[in-house]
């Protein structure tokens, strides 16, 4: 089965540094790759995907995550951090079972930005 | 473009009475839907998961049923609602298995 550890439940950073957040997935085949958004009382929204091109994924809000396979990580960064960045993100991977798939997702890292 | 509704978006209910969450998918055909749990700090939880009408999955067993009467309509319900039940419960579809899924804003669901 597959996998996915978001390490820090919790990252706290001052708004202009860089966000961190760390993501390593367990896989047996050639993953897909998510990083989701959560603000509070709403859904997840999708901020980029890796799926076998590009190792470096640029997504929305000035995010990107890198794909290394012999680390088997993902990490998400952005070079300077804003207010409005302050939510919940999650680390998704797909799972094959025979033809069909499903996401497993990581238990989610609350980003802090202080002013 | 493609939405998602889910509604209600909050919800209050006894132990013991029934539960019905309605989302539904435009701009699109015969997409994936899907039904989650996320309860406080575990992340999200896979209840169900359709690849068509009449086509239901269950990942956990549990008190909860989903139902798909039409192509781009999803349906969860109880029939006797457990304190256990509380928890925002989160809809979404996909065009296919491996592609993003889309989330609709979730119903926050609390029993009493």
């Known amino acids: 089965a597959q996998s996915v550890t978001q390490l820090g439940s919790h990252v706290s950073v001052s708004e202009g540094a860089l966000v961190l957040l760390r993501c390593n997935y367990s896989?047996?085949?050639?993953?897909?790759l998510f990083w989701y958004v959560q603000y509070p009382n709403q859904g997840l929204q999708l901020l980029l995907k890796y799926t076998s091109a590009a190792t470096l994924v640029k997504g929305i809000n000035g995010f990107e995550a890198e794909f290394k396979k012999s680390e088997t990580s993902f990490h998400l960064t952005k070079p300077s951090a804003h207010m409005s960045d302050a939510a919940e993100y999650f680390c998704?991977?797909?799972?094959?079972?025979?033809?069909?798939?499903?996401?497993?997702f990581g238990k989610g890292t609350l980003l802090t930005v202080n002013p | 473009s493609q939405t998602i509704h889910q509604w209600p978006a909050t919800l209050v209910q006894p132990v013991g009475s029934p539960l019905s969450l309605e989302c539904t998918v435009e701009g699109t055909s015969n997409p994936n839907l899907y039904w989650y749990r996320q309860a406080a700090g575990r992340g999200l939880q896979l209840l169900f998961y359709?690849?068509?009408?009449?086509?239901i999955s269950s990942e956990v067993p549990q008190n909860l049923s989903a139902s798909r009467p039409q192509d781009r309509q999803f349906i969860l319900s109880s029939k006797k609602l457990l304190l256990s039940d509380s928890g925002f419960y989160l809809c979404?579809?996909?065009?296919?298995?491996?592609?993003?899924?889309?989330f609709g804003d979730g119903t926050r669901l609390s029993i009493l």
């Open positions: 896989s047996s085949v050639p993953p897909y």
């Open positions: 979404a579809w996909s065009a296919a298995f491996n592609q993003p899924q889309h």
């Open positions: 359709s690849v068509g009408i009449g086509q």
């Open positions: 998704a991977v797909s799972q094959s079972r025979g033809s069909n798939y499903k996401l497993t």
